[in-house]
């Protein structure tokens, strides 16, 4: 019997990636919901070629053009945010594929989990932001968690079968595309240099997180929700190959790592057909290609941004919640040309050492320490110019 999928952020890169897998298996899925932000084009695209019953545009000034593009068809267009948390509840799909980017992607992860279905994760902010509300809503629930993130797909893997305490979860990293700028340099890249990523093919937002290594600290308050680890028990190294996707060490000493080539198509494949895996035979991994791999110590002082996703962790309550809502305003500004890239975690700071702080947040307080984190990063950014 097929899976039926709703596709949140369909035309981003996870989302294409995974019709990518729905295209190479159509006799486990059909993808029967799509969703996009603003890119109401391709979207159509995408549901001509899927056949969906359903899109869903986020942004409201582009559902006539949608529905226009869409009338010869059968497929129900709708629009808005809520539509999308909607549709991500709603009873005509088995699987939750969340590919959004950011905050927007706390709400329809709640709906997805409260319908009691299984949700394929790629948007980490659900976990980062909302992770004390989730994660118990996923087990009242039983609804199952996949992480698509190729660190925690990789953790996912080690831990398959073991029984065994854990010592240590080992969360590797590329470095981004800056990681061989030296640090005096940093307050004059350019917007072009911070998106060049040296492994991984991703969206912009994502990729500067990576060059900031925001991105890292919210991989580490991701795999503590996943997989009940504390902070002291995760670490992070570089490894620039990007082929060690991330590592476990027990309490024996003996650690498992999952190894492959750079592609998000194998975390995705597996979160939606686990426990089986994809046939691929066109992947190939040579390691006679890759003679060499290395690991080394993260600069802590070039990116000040995982110590501060740490301190974040330990803190909890609303405080990876402002550090999100901040880095977001201050990313798209560096994308916009309106900040340096060095301004991006000083908007993070400037946030955290002003924002209110919620021991015990509900979904309401999350939603109050969003907007007034935004408010603070844009008050920091105002004032540098």
Same mark, same amino acid.
């Given at each position: 019997m097929k899976q039926s999928l709703a596709i949140l952020g369909s035309t981003g890169s996870?989302?294409?990636q995974t019709l990518d897998i729905v295209r190479e298996n #159509?006799?486990?899925f059909e993808a029967r919901v799509l969703t996009a932000h603003s890119r109401w084009?391709?979207?159509?695209?995408?549901?001509?070629?899927?056949?969906?019953?359903? $899109?869903?545009?986020?942004?409201?000034?582009?559902?006539? #053009?949608?529905?226009?593009?869409? &009338?010869?068809?059968d497929t129900k267009v709708y629009a808005g945010a809520d539509a999308v948390a909607q549709i991500a509840a709603a009873g005509d799909t088995q699987v939750v594929v969340n590919a959004l980017v950011g905050y927007a992607g706390l709400a329809p992860t709640v709906a997805a989990l +409260?319908?009691?279905?299984?949700?394929?994760?790629?948007?980490?902010? +659900?976990? $980062?932001?909302?992770?004390?509300? $989730?994660?118990?809503?996923?087990?009242?629930?039983? &609804?199952?968690?996949?992480?698509?993130? +190729?660190?925690?797909?990789?953790?996912?893997?080690?831990?398959?079968?073991?029984?065994a305490p854990v010592r240590r979860l080992i969360v590797t990293c590329s470095g981004g595309a800056l990681r061989d700028v030296p640090a005096e340099r940093l307050a004059d890249v350019t917007v072009d240099e911070a998106l060049r990523h040296p492994q991984w093919s991703m969206g912009a937002k994502i990729t500067i997180d990576s060059s900031t290594l925001v991105n890292k600290g919210f991989e580490v308050i991701e795999a503590h929700w996943l997989f009940g680890t504390p902070a002291e028990r995760i670490s992070v190294l570089l490894h620039p190959q990007s082929i060690v996707h991330s590592m476990v060490e027990f309490e024996d000493g003996a650690i498992k790592a999952q190894l492959g080539t750079p592609d998000m198509r194998m975390p995705i494949s597996?979160?939606?057909?686990?426990?089986?895996?994809?046939?691929?035979?066109?992947?190939?991994?040579?390691?006679?290609a890759h003679p060499q791999l290395t690991f080394a110590e993260v600069d802590r002082t070039k990116y000040p941004a995982l110590d501060i996703a740490y301190d974040c962790l330990r803190r909890g309550g609303t405080a990876a919640c402002t550090m999100n809502g901040a880095n977001e305003v201050a990313v798209a500004a560096f994308l916009a040309r309106r900040c340096r890239w060095t301004e991006i975690v000083r908007a993070i700071a400037y946030a955290l050492e002003r924002a209110p702080f919620v021991a015990r947040p509900t979904l309401d307080d999350l939603a109050a320490s969003d907007a007034e984190a935004r408010r603070l990063a844009a008050e920091y950014l105002a004032s540098v110019g």
């Amino acid at each position: 019997m097929k899976q039926s999928l709703a596709i949140l952020g369909s035309t981003g890169s996870i989302g294409e990636q995974t019709l990518d897998i729905v295209r190479e298996n #159509p006799d486990r899925f059909e993808a029967r919901v799509l969703t996009a932000h603003s890119r109401w084009e391709r979207l159509a695209e995408q549901a001509r070629a899927f056949d969906a019953d359903t $899109v869903v545009i986020a942004d409201e000034r582009c559902y006539a #053009p949608l529905r226009d593009a869409l &009338a010869d068809t059968d497929t129900k267009v709708y629009a808005g945010a809520d539509a999308v948390a909607q549709i991500a509840a709603a009873g005509d799909t088995q699987v939750v594929v969340n590919a959004l980017v950011g905050y927007a992607g706390l709400a329809p992860t709640v709906a997805a989990l +409260s319908a009691g279905k299984k949700l394929a994760l790629a948007n980490k902010e +659900s976990l $980062v932001v909302g992770g004390a509300c $989730v994660m118990p809503l996923a087990a009242e629930k039983r &609804a199952p968690i996949l992480p698509i993130d +190729s660190e925690h797909s990789a953790i996912f893997q080690c831990l398959a079968g073991e029984r065994a305490p854990v010592r240590r979860l080992i969360v590797t990293c590329s470095g981004g595309a800056l990681r061989d700028v030296p640090a005096e340099r940093l307050a004059d890249v350019t917007v072009d240099e911070a998106l060049r990523h040296p492994q991984w093919s991703m969206g912009a937002k994502i990729t500067i997180d990576s060059s900031t290594l925001v991105n890292k600290g919210f991989e580490v308050i991701e795999a503590h929700w996943l997989f009940g680890t504390p902070a002291e028990r995760i670490s992070v190294l570089l490894h620039p190959q990007s082929i060690v996707h991330s590592m476990v060490e027990f309490e024996d000493g003996a650690i498992k790592a999952q190894l492959g080539t750079p592609d998000m198509r194998m975390p995705i494949s597996l979160a939606l057909m686990y426990p089986d895996r994809a046939s691929r035979p066109q992947e190939r991994f040579d390691f006679l290609a890759h003679p060499q791999l290395t690991f080394a110590e993260v600069d802590r002082t070039k990116y000040p941004a995982l110590d501060i996703a740490y301190d974040c962790l330990r803190r909890g309550g609303t405080a990876a919640c402002t550090m999100n809502g901040a880095n977001e305003v201050a990313v798209a500004a560096f994308l916009a040309r309106r900040c340096r890239w060095t301004e991006i975690v000083r908007a993070i700071a400037y946030a955290l050492e002003r924002a209110p702080f919620v021991a015990r947040p509900t979904l309401d307080d999350l939603a109050a320490s969003d907007a007034e984190a935004r408010r603070l990063a844009a008050e920091y950014l105002a004032s540098v110019g």
